[in-house]
């Protein structure tokens, strides 16, 4: 299962901005410039216990990351939908754009019960170009991923993590009321995982890279 990269800076960035700038929405708290307050400590710092093991996020460490993570974008599966497949410097700039940035992405690498098998980018959806083609709301949060190994993948894995991680970004983000994503529409297996983690479909958005099936996965309504 495939995501799709949050700033995809090696080509025209969506609402045409470079990958390491946020937008900045009128009437927003943070829209004055400077670093944002988003997501430098990665919401599954502590390890989130799921069926399928013990998950956590780390952010990216490049000089150690860089060899797993390339090899990951040259996997043709991956490769079709990420578009970064090449020489490492190819994967290197892509994330480094996020670790240098103002701080409303953070690319991480998922755990489970400790060895690496997945890449995540978790950000402020509401700072990204992406808030230029939906109803953007305060602190949403969006999220982006691969599975490395082809072994992790079709067999509900991708679902089970989304699950999790949606829930504890929820429940340690008081501000954010929804964690939304845009893959591919034509990556259908990663659609069912986000519908499986308990996302809905909110429609189709043309991008300028894509077009994406927007999901959102809203905070539940508090008891009455």
């Given at each position: 299962m495939q995501g799709q990269p949050a700033h995809p800076d090696q080509r025209p960035g969506r609402a045409g901005r470079a990958g390491r700038h946020a937008v900045r929405l009128r009437g927003h708290p943070e829209s004055a410039g400077g670093r944002v307050t988003t997501v430098d400590d990665p919401p599954g710092r502590v390890a989130i216990p799921t069926p399928a093991g013990e998950f956590r996020l780390r952010p990216v460490r490049l000089r150690a990351d860089l060899e797993l993570l390339a090899g990951w974008m040259n996997d043709p599966e991956i490769a079709a939908f990420w578009e970064l497949a090449g020489p490492p410097?190819?994967?290197?700039?892509?994330?480094?754009?996020?670790?240098?940035g103002d701080g409303r992405s953070l690319p991480c690498l998922g755990l489970l019960d400790g060895t690496p098998m997945s890449y995540w980018e978790v950000y402020r959806a509401d700072l990204d170009p992406l808030a230029a083609?939906?109803?953007?709301?305060?602190?949403?949060?969006?999220?982006?991923?691969?599975?490395?190994?082809?072994?992790?993948r079709s067999r509900g894995l991708g679902a089970v993590l989304l699950d999790a991680l949606a829930e504890r970004i929820l429940r340690e983000r008081p501000g954010c009321e929804r964690v939304v994503a845009e893959p591919d529409v034509r990556n259908r297996r990663s659609v069912r995982a986000f519908e499986r983690a308990g996302f809905r479909s909110a429609g189709e958005l043309d991008l300028p890279d894509k077009r994406a099936a927007l999901m959102v996965r809203a905070r539940p309504p508090h008891p009455a």
């Open positions: 410097a190819v994967t290197e700039r892509h994330v480094r754009a996020q670790l240098d083609h939906y109803p953007a709301r305060p602190h949403d949060t969006g999220v982006h991923l691969l599975l490395g190994p082809a072994e992790s």
